[in-house]
T-cell receptor
Framework: QQQVKQSPQSLIVQKGGISIINCAYENTAFDYFPWYQQFPGKGPALLIA?????SEKKEGRFTISFNKSAKQFSLHIMDSQPGDSATYFC???????????FGTGTRLKVLA | DTAVSQTPKYLVTQMGNDKSIKCEQNLGHDTMYWYKQDSKKFLKIMFS???????INETVPNRFSPKSPDKAHLNLHINSLELGDSAVYFC??????????FGSGTRLTVV
């Protein structure tokens, strides 16, 4: 119930393409869903986050789509660039519990 | 100015030794965390502190002891290091349940 399943494990996309990473959860009490981007040798950095009262949130080239009934959410990176090559983590938490459950990560490579 | 800074960045030590990792945040956040990232990049919470009070201890062995002298600092002391403790340890902070700000990590290698 506490798991967040993330797929795919790795992804290769051509420059200018769309990168899509999916996450699924079981615990319907989760109410905060952030995405993090991690470059080698660095800590994860918050990219974008969504709460379950909206179905989509967009920030620049990054969009979260949220499907509450299916208990799934996904990250879309439009016009993917080589600089987007990194590991992406989804996460879920229950506000007030001070704990994220992270997905297993997706290693994205964008080819120039 | 680094928002969440942890030292050292690299730590190589022998089995059985005791070591500490320090973390400081200058964001004024109330909550600080330690996460462990294993060789497969999986991130797992170890501890959460809110205003210097321990609020989460995620079944971490007693050899790991966090200490928060004030809400801007959260240190991690590890006794009797084992090979399986080799990992990258991340400190993070947040305000309430807002997004985390992570440090750049401490890569611990136990030989």
């Amino acid at each position: 119930q506490q798991q967040v399943k993330q797929s795919p494990q790795s992804l290769i996309v051509q420059k200018g393409g769309i990168s899509i990473i999916n996450c699924a959860y079981e615990n319907t009490a989760f109410d905060y869903f952030p995405w993090y981007q991690q470059f080698p040798g660095k800590g994860p950095a918050l990219l974008i986050a969504i709460r379950p009262d909206v179905s989509e949130k967009k920030e620049g080239r990054f969009t979260i789509s949220f499907n509450k009934s299916a208990k799934q959410f996904s990250l879309h990176i439009m016009d993917s660039q080589p600089g987007d090559s990194a590991t992406y983590f989804c996460a879920a938490s229950i506000i007030g519990t001070y704990k994220y459950i992270f997905g297993t990560g997706t290693r994205l490579k964008v080819l120039a | 100015d680094t928002a969440v800074s942890q030292t050292p960045k690299y730590l190589v030590t022998q089995m059985g030794n005791d070591k500490s990792i320090k973390c400081e945040q200058n964001l004024g956040h109330d909550t600080m965390y330690w996460y462990k990232q294993d060789s497969k990049k999986f991130l797992k919470i170890m501890f959460s502190y809110n205003n210097k009070e321990l609020i989460i201890n995620e079944t971490v062995p007693n050899r790991f002891s966090p200490k928060s002298p004030d809400k801007a600092h959260l240190n991690l002391h590890i006794n009797s290091l084992e090979l399986g403790d080799s990992a990258v340890y991340f400190c993070a902070s947040s305000q309430l349940d807002g997004g985390y700000t992570f440090g750049s990590g401490t890569r611990l290698t136990v030989v």
